[in-house]
């Protein structure tokens, strides 16, 4: 056919995308000749969406640290930035027998001034019969928590709080998952249970850096009707993993004569022996439908043991070379959302905080071994979002950080990061 034909055909298929769904939804009259169709009709299972959100962002200081789309330069406290700017294609392959597909074939790359990655790419196989099961191999989403799992394109804040940024970095890992899920069409089950092995480093580093996995599950109950206004969601999750230790030196907490620090475990047998890595969740979201649209309220809760090093709780994309430090922690999301006037307009109000060492706490910490690392932050954030399409909206929004005031220097009082957002979003 050519280049160029190929080019006007890519072209009529992307503006078309804008408007609806399926491609073999198209009307003929968009294409000028008949030898055109039969190329369609190859992709009427193809579908194509997206989504972009350039922003502008005020910080309360230059060089501000943020879990708001990154840290600030070094001499600046404001920035224009594209946040994400991501196209997804999911290709389905048709089943003979019934309407279901037999598979799912999903790619998504971000694409932003800051380079180019990709964001999904897996295959999911459904059970050939019910298609209650389904299988997942690739890159794809870490089956835990809700704010983890909530699209970025769909969630009302800016961004995941700063517990899942640290623990769930990008929110994706390479594995295997196994979904159950109920396809009848009548009386069809609210529950959901995802379970999953994953490498551990999520798409923070090139290649998994040991041979230890990540058992990953999830038990959802699906949004069902309490009443005529009122619905209820939650979920429960799970998380048992590790990485393994590059040296013999463990630390941990330990307490005497009053002062609190890590305490060495150099055993021979810490060499190449897994740093736990578990995780327990719990979340509910309630609904109530009313005039003005809805009014919504979210909690989740996490807790549980989190390995790292002296300066940090972060999961690595690559083996820390250094000791081994192991930290109990928890943290929580909560969520106000609150349609004003209609449901053009949206209040919002979030609150969450990650104590990576719940063994510590504010002046207990710089006076022993204790860093930056164990430093307990809390963020209140409150904004306004008008919708102006089904696809294009607009939001404003404040972050008020807090950290623990410690004997550390620079944390001894509250640091200047509280962020302003500015954002437009329009997805397809």
């Known amino acids: 056919m050519g280049r160029l034909g190929f080019i006007i055909i890519f072209?009529?298929?992307?503006?078309?995308?804008?408007?609806?769904?399926?491609?073999?939804?198209?009307?003929?009259?968009?294409?000028?000749?008949?030898?055109?169709?039969?190329?369609?009709?190859?992709?009427?299972?193809?579908?194509?969406?997206?989504?972009?959100?350039?922003?502008?962002?005020l910080a309360q200081s230059k060089g501000a640290?943020?879990?708001?789309?990154?840290?600030?330069?070094?001499?600046?406290?404001?920035?224009?930035?594209?946040?994400?700017?991501?196209?997804?294609?999911?290709?389905?392959?048709?089943?003979?027998?019934?309407?279901?597909?037999?598979?799912?074939?999903?790619?998504?790359?971000?694409?932003?001034e800051r380079g180019v990655v990709v964001r999904d790419m897996f295959l999911r196989v459904y059970e050939p019969k019910k298609q209650n099961l389904a299988l997942t191999m690739g890159l794809v989403a870490r089956p835990f928590g809700f704010e983890v799992n909530l699209s970025s394109s769909y969630r009302e804040t800016p961004e995941r709080g700063r517990m899942s940024q640290i623990l769930m970095p990008s929110e994706r890992d390479?594995?295997?998952?196994?979904?159950?899920?109920?396809?009848?069409?009548?009386?069809?089950?609210?529950f959901k249970f995802d379970i999953g092995v994953f490498n551990g480093q999520g798409v923070s580093g090139p290649t998994d850096f040991d041979s230890y996995k990540d058992l990953i599950s999830r038990f959802t109950l699906k949004p069902i009707d309490v009443s005529k206004t009122i619905f209820v969601s939650g979920g429960l999750s799970f998380f048992n993993g590790g990485w393994r230790q590059a040296t013999k030196y463990k630390y941990e907490m330990s307490e005497q004569?009053?002062?609190?620090?890590?305490?060495?475990?150099?055993?021979?047998?810490?060499?190449?022996?897994?740093?736990?890595?578990?995780?327990?969740?719990?979340?509910?979201?309630?609904?109530?439908?009313?005039?003005?649209?809805?009014?919504?309220?979210?909690?989740?809760?996490?807790?549980?043991?989190?390995?790292?090093?002296?300066?940090?709780?972060?999961n690595p994309g690559t083996l820390p070379l250094t000791p081994t430090y192991i930290r109990q922690f928890n943290g929580a999301f909560f969520y106000f959302l609150q349609n004003i006037i209609n449901e053009n307009w949206e209040l919002m109000a979030k609150y969450d905080w990650y104590d990576p060492n719940t063994k510590v706490e504010k002046k207990e910490i710089g006076a022993t071994n204790l860093t930056m690392?164990?430093?307990?932050?809390?963020?209140?954030?409150?904004?306004?979002?008008?919708?102006?399409?089904?696809?294009?909206?607009?939001?404003?929004?404040?972050?008020?950080?807090?950290?623990?005031?410690t004997l550390l220097p620079g944390f001894t009082s509250d640091i200047e990061d509280d962020i302003f957002t500015l954002r437009m979003q329009v997805r397809f």
């Open 174 to 190: 390479l594995g295997a998952m196994l979904t159950y899920e109920s396809q009848k069409r009548n009386g069809k089950s609210p």
């Open 11 to 57: 072209l009529l298929l992307a503006s078309a995308v804008f408007c609806q769904r399926y491609l073999s939804d198209y009307d003929s009259t968009l294409f000028i000749r008949d030898t055109l169709r039969p190329l369609v009709n190859r992709f009427e299972n193809l579908h194509i969406g997206g989504y972009m959100q350039p922003q502008f962002q």
């Open 257 to 314: 004569n009053g002062n609190k620090f890590f305490v060495v475990d150099s055993s021979d047998s810490n060499m190449g022996d897994k740093a736990p890595r578990e995780y327990y969740g719990a979340d509910v979201q309630l609904g109530f439908k009313h005039g003005w649209g809805k009014t919504e309220v979210r909690a989740e809760y996490w807790q549980g043991t989190q390995p790292g090093t002296s300066n940090t709780t972060s």
């Open 373 to 405: 690392a164990d430093i307990k932050f809390s963020t209140l954030g409150f904004g306004i979002t008008r919708y102006l399409s089904g696809n294009l909206k607009v939001l404003a929004y404040y972050s008020i950080v807090r950290n623990e005031q």
């Open 65 to 112: 640290p943020s879990y708001e789309g990154g840290n600030f330069s070094e001499f600046s406290n404001s920035r224009f930035m594209l946040r994400r700017a991501r196209v997804k294609l999911d290709y389905i392959l048709p089943s003979k027998e019934n309407d279901f597909p037999k598979a799912l074939f999903t790619f998504q790359f971000d694409a932003t």
